[in-house]
């Protein structure tokens, strides 16, 4: 879940992941498409395998990516379970800081 | 062609943003990707026009740090172009090999849209 979470933090690899949602594409297209470096694409790709939220298939001489969409059906019910509580907690953490800054 | 692989600015031009060289054998290099990778080595070889050995790797690497592999490129004459072989060995796992030969064919790709 932690993977999960910090696989889909950074902006980049969501792209990478909408990219790859329905339609397989080799790395090199990916990595073009976005105008990101090979090394940058590379890592974003691994973190993405790693979290299970993409699969990598061999074809001939090239890699292939899509997304799994399954690796993302445990993350719904956890978002629903904590995000109510923890936004509202936020909510209040974000007050309180307005109030003690205004009362400088 | 065989300046973009030993000038700094023609380096960074074809592969990245910026790059410190020492252009002879023995001499560390160090090439800025993308402001968050940055890769790193030695020339071992340096035969102008045709033929160039450099360790390679990537600072903050594990599996393939900086030094750790070797690069060797040869430049022959084809034609009106120039045929460029690059060989990239002492990988220890099989996905890092991969990986790099995927990145190669993209920046060699980029290369030749220099010369284009």
Redo the contacts between chains.
């Keep these: 879940m932690v993977d999960t979470l910090l696989a889909l933090s950074s902006p980049a690899r969501r792209e990478i992941l909408r990219m790859v949602w329905s339609d397989e594409k080799p790395?090199?297209e990916i990595?073009?498409a976005f105008d990101?470096?090979?090394?940058?694409t590379?890592?974003n790709l691994k973190v993405l395998r790693d979290a299970g939220l993409v699969k990598e298939r061999?074809s001939g001489?090239?890699?292939l990516y899509r997304a799994d969409r399954t690796a993302l059906r445990p993350l719904e019910s956890y978002l629903r379970k904590t995000w109510s509580q923890k936004f509202d907690r936020l909510r209040l953490l974000a007050e309180a800081e307005e109030r003690r800054k205004s009362k400088r | 062609m065989f300046e973009y692989l030993t000038d700094p600015s023609k380096f960074a031009q074809w592969m990245g943003v910026g790059a410190e060289i020492d252009p002879r054998p023995g001499g560390a290099y160090r090439i800025n990707v993308d402001d968050e990778h940055f890769a790193a080595g030695r020339y071992i070889e340096i035969d102008a026009p045709s033929r160039i050995v450099m360790t390679w790797g990537w600072e903050g690497s594990g599996e393939v740090g900086p030094g750790s592999t070797t690069v060797e490129i040869t430049l022959e004459p084809d034609g009106q172009g120039t045929l460029l072989r690059l060989r990239h060995t002492g990988f220890t796992g099989e996905q890092q090999r991969i990986d790099h030969r995927d990145g190669w064919v993209r920046y060699t790709g980029q290369l030749k849209e220099l010369f284009a």
């Design positions: 790395a090199g990595a073009r990101m470096s090979w090394p940058a590379s890592q061999r001489t090239s890699r």
